[in-house]
């Protein structure tokens, strides 16, 4: 246990007390909620499962880890103190420093005390006369609330595929997103790792500095881009402050949330020679910029085409054996799912102590005693990391029992795929809330520029709520059918919904097929929200109010209205279909 975490164990579980609000999950969307509704005389209390704050930052404690979108830009932006006084010492930082970060919040803003660490909610349930929340966890408590605001996390649920004898498997079994906070040492051991995606790309190099042997197990092979990332200087710093406040306004200009310079123009517009000098410049750059070297690359098939042709002959022009090279290339849509960064991915595997099992047309077969089984090879190692992933986006929700009105459970309600309007509501909950649910655009954004907005566009409906008496506030069911129609179709003008990908959720079988987050650029998405809220909260019924005309007082939400013409984000270039969306 670090100096950080608190020791819950002999705590006495809580009965009977009823808060305005309860947060489930103290990452960074569960801190900042509880900070905001502070600051509006809100009682809340926040339930973490883990013994810290951070949540992703908490978790995911494997060799490698770190942000792939820049830190100065990767950080929250509501206190320009705050952005002054933190000190980032690398473009993308690891995990200890952004978890140290996530500790500096919570003893900055006081939020501990209102935090309840190694407890897991279990249960959520409407009571429809008394119009609150009754919220039960593993730790024997039971709360109640006005409302219940699910802060769970997007990436927080990991997936363990049950390979055939898991158990018979002698040595140790890691998952990235559950890593053991004393760390692991793999020094002369021989070890598995399983998947390829962001989490394998980063700890890959790392493990294989250290392993004896490596072997990889890869499914499907993942795009990825040189993160090159940098120690940042005193003076970059400097300099890089002075100007935060225009960072902070151009990056919520910005279809990510976060800024990069980019291209609009198209890509088949081009000549091959320039499209070529434009792609190694963007290659130069590094990381998810890459991707803004054009306007069309997720748009235009052909487009993808060629920047997909560019990334191919790197790979092989870094991997030295042929046949390697050829299976570390993918063949599907450029950036179709997530992008990697990474540091010396594809550089690993000329060591002479890694290699590459490809399980895409035979899968893992089994684990044995002695290690993993593949088109009847064993493939003996010491210890396995599972690079899997995670049951994205819904995977927290499924394991809370949550019971909205007429005994309506959320998990019936979302079996055919998640229901929510903004992605932040579900009609039959009322008073429920989801930060960065589904059908916003959550994952699809800088993360922490997501929650921000969500979280500030809350407060905002909750102090209104509060102002004009109303007892509850439900999305309309045809409201959110609408916006679920809308969140599908836009998906479909996008490349990123041709392949399998956690974004639709087929990385988990018996998961239906649904593009999760709205792919439809983040400003234009808050100016949605900022329209529902001036309508009057327009798509959500608000009831136990007297008529009133008193209108929503905007605290908060005022800092995410953008001029939709700034730069590129305009709706003309959306029609066109030339705006990157990393
Ligand atoms: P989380 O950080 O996931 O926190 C949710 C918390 O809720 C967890 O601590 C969990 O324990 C808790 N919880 C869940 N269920 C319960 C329950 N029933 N009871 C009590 N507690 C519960 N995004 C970016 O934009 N840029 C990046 O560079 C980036 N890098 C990432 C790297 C990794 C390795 C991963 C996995 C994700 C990354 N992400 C990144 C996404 C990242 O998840 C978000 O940026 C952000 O940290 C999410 O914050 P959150 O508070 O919403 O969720
Ligand atoms: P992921 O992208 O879902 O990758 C999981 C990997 O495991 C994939 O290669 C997958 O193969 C493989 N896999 C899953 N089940 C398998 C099985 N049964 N057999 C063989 N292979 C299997 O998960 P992740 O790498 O943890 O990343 C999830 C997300 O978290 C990222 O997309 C990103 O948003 C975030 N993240 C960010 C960073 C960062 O750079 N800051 C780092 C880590 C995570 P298939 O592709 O074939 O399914």
Request: aromatic share 12%; proline share 6%; hydrophobic share 40%.
């Given at each position: 246990?670090?100096?950080?975490?608190?020791?819950?164990?002999?705590?006495?579980?809580?009965?009977?007390?009823?808060?305005?609000?309860?947060?489930?999950?103290?990452?960074?969307?569960?801190?900042?909620?509880?900070?905001?509704?502070?600051?509006?005389?809100?009682?809340?209390?926040?339930?973490?499962?883990?013994?810290?704050?951070?949540?992703?930052?908490?978790?995911?404690?494997?060799?490698?880890?770190?942000?792939?979108?820049?830190?100065?830009?990767?950080?929250?932006?509501?206190?320009?103190?705050?952005?002054?006084?933190?000190?980032?010492?690398?473009?993308?930082?690891?995990?200890?420093?952004?978890?140290?970060?996530?500790?500096?919040?919570?003893?900055?803003?006081?939020?501990?005390?209102?935090?309840?660490?190694?407890?897991?909610?279990?249960?959520?349930?409407?009571?429809?006369?008394?119009?609150?929340?009754?919220?039960?966890?593993?730790?024997?408590?039971?709360?109640?609330?006005?409302?219940?605001?699910?802060?769970?996390?997007?990436?927080?649920?990991?997936?363990?595929?049950?390979?055939?004898?898991?158990?018979?498997?002698?040595?140790?079994?890691?998952?990235?997103?559950?890593?053991?906070?004393?760390?692991?040492?793999?020094?002369?051991?021989?070890?598995?790792?399983?998947?390829?995606?962001?989490?394998?790309?980063?700890?890959?190099?790392?493990?294989?500095?250290?392993?004896?042997?490596?072997?990889?197990?890869?499914?499907?092979?993942?795009?990825?881009?040189?993160?090159?990332?940098?120690?940042?200087?005193?003076?970059?710093?400097?300099?890089?402050?002075?100007?935060?406040?225009?960072?902070?306004?151009?990056?919520?200009?910005?279809?990510?949330?976060?800024?990069?310079?980019?291209?609009?123009?198209?890509?088949?517009?081009?000549?091959?020679?320039?499209?070529?000098?434009?792609?190694?410049?963007?290659?130069?750059?590094g990381g998810l910029p890459f991707l803004g070297a054009f306007g069309d690359l997720l748009f235009e098939k052909a487009a993808n085409d060629t920047i997909a042709d560019f990334a191919r002959r790197k790979i092989r022009s870094i991997v030295k054996d042929p046949?390697?090279?050829?299976?570390?290339?993918?063949?599907?849509?450029?950036?179709?799912?997530?992008?990697?960064?990474?540091?010396?991915?594809?550089?690993?595997?000329?060591?002479?102590?890694?290699?590459?099992?490809?399980?895409?047309?035979?899968?893992?077969?089994?684990?044995?005693?002695?290690?993993?089984?593949?088109?009847?090879?064993?493939?003996?190692?010491d210890a396995i990391v599972s690079a899997t992933g995670f049951a994205a986006m819904t995977g927290a929700f499924d394991k809370i029992a949550i019971t909205g009105r007429n005994g309506l459970t959320l998990a019936e309600k979302w079996r055919a795929g998640p229901?929510?309007?903004?992605?932040?509501?579900?009609?039959?909950?009322?008073?429920?809330?989801?930060?960065?649910?589904?059908?916003?655009?959550?994952?699809?954004?800088?993360?922490?520029?997501?929650?921000?907005?969500?979280?500030?566009?809350?407060?905002?409906?909750?102090?209104?709520?509060?102002?004009?008496?109303?007892?509850?506030?439900?999305?309309?069911?045809?409201?959110?059918?609408?916006?679920?129609?809308?969140?599908?179709?836009?998906?479909?003008?996008?490349?990123?919904?041709?392949?399998?990908?956690?974004?639709?959720?087929t990385n988990i079988p018996g998961r239906p097929r649904v593009f999760m987050p709205y792919i439809g650029g983040f400003p234009i998405y808050v100016q949605k929200c900022n329209e529902v809220m001036s309508n009057g909260f327009d798509g959500f019924v608000l009831?136990?109010?007297?008529?009133?005309?008193?209108?929503?007082?905007?605290?908060?939400?005022?800092?995410?209205?953008?001029?939709?013409?700034?730069?590129?984000?305009?709706?003309?270039?959306?029609?066109?279909?030339?705006?990157?969306?990393?």
């Amino acid at each position: 246990m670090d100096a950080r975490t608190i020791d819950r164990g002999t705590r006495l579980a809580e009965t009977g007390t009823s808060y305005d609000a309860i947060v489930v999950g103290a990452g960074f969307a569960g801190m900042y909620m509880l900070h905001r509704l502070r600051g509006i005389g809100f009682t809340a209390k926040v339930f973490e499962a883990g013994g810290g704050v951070g949540g992703t930052w908490y978790w995911n404690r494997y060799p490698g880890a770190r942000c792939d979108v820049e830190s100065m830009q990767y950080s929250f932006s509501f206190s320009e103190e705050l952005d002054q006084e933190w000190s980032w010492s690398e473009k993308y930082s690891p995990q200890p420093e952004i978890l140290a970060y996530a500790d500096h919040i919570a003893d900055r803003f006081d939020l501990r005390r209102d935090i309840v660490f190694d407890t897991r909610v279990t249960r959520a349930t409407f009571d429809e006369k008394a119009k609150c929340w009754h919220i039960e966890t593993d730790r024997g408590d039971k709360v109640s609330a006005k409302f219940c605001i699910m802060a769970v996390g997007c990436l927080s649920a990991p997936n363990r595929p049950r390979f055939e004898g898991i158990d018979d498997f002698k040595g140790p079994v890691y998952h990235t997103g559950e890593w053991p906070h004393e760390g692991v040492d793999f020094s002369g051991l021989r070890v598995g790792v399983i998947g390829t995606g962001s989490s394998a790309i980063q700890s890959i190099p790392v493990i294989a500095k250290q392993a004896a042997q490596l072997t990889v197990f890869q499914r499907t092979a993942t795009w990825s881009v040189p993160a090159w990332n940098e120690a940042l200087t005193a003076e970059y710093l400097k300099a890089a402050k002075a100007e935060y406040p225009a960072l902070r306004a151009k990056a919520r200009a910005r279809p990510t949330g976060f800024y990069f310079p980019f291209n609009i123009t198209p890509a088949l517009d081009a000549s091959p020679g320039e499209r070529e000098r434009l792609y190694e410049e963007a290659w130069a750059r590094g990381g998810l910029p890459f991707l803004g070297a054009f306007g069309d690359l997720l748009f235009e098939k052909a487009a993808n085409d060629t920047i997909a042709d560019f990334a191919r002959r790197k790979i092989r022009s870094i991997v030295k054996d042929p046949a390697v090279a050829d299976l570390l290339c993918p063949d599907n849509v450029f950036g179709c799912k997530r992008l990697c960064v990474d540091t010396g991915y594809f550089e690993t595997y000329n060591l002479p102590h890694v290699r590459l099992v490809d399980v895409s047309k035979k899968p893992i077969e089994r684990f044995t005693v002695n290690g993993i089984v593949v088109d009847g090879i064993e493939y003996p190692v010491d210890a396995i990391v599972s690079a899997t992933g995670f049951a994205a986006m819904t995977g927290a929700f499924d394991k809370i029992a949550i019971t909205g009105r007429n005994g309506l459970t959320l998990a019936e309600k979302w079996r055919a795929g998640p229901r929510s309007y903004l992605g932040l509501a579900s009609a039959g909950f009322p008073n429920l809330f989801t930060i960065t649910g589904p059908g916003s655009p959550s994952v699809l954004a800088s993360m922490i520029q997501a929650i921000e907005q969500h979280v500030d566009w809350l407060v905002d409906c909750l102090g209104h709520l509060r102002d004009i008496g109303a007892s509850t506030i439900e999305a309309r069911l045809e409201d959110e059918d609408a916006w679920v129609e809308h969140v599908n179709e836009v998906s479909k003008v996008s490349l990123r919904s041709t392949c399998s990908s956690w974004y639709v959720g087929t990385n988990i079988p018996g998961r239906p097929r649904v593009f999760m987050p709205y792919i439809g650029g983040f400003p234009i998405y808050v100016q949605k929200c900022n329209e529902v809220m001036s309508n009057g909260f327009d798509g959500f019924v608000l009831e136990g109010a007297a008529p009133t005309n008193i209108a929503p007082k905007v605290r908060y939400t005022e800092r995410w209205r953008v001029p939709l013409d700034i730069e590129v984000i305009s709706p003309a270039a959306v029609a066109a279909k030339r705006v990157p969306v990393v």
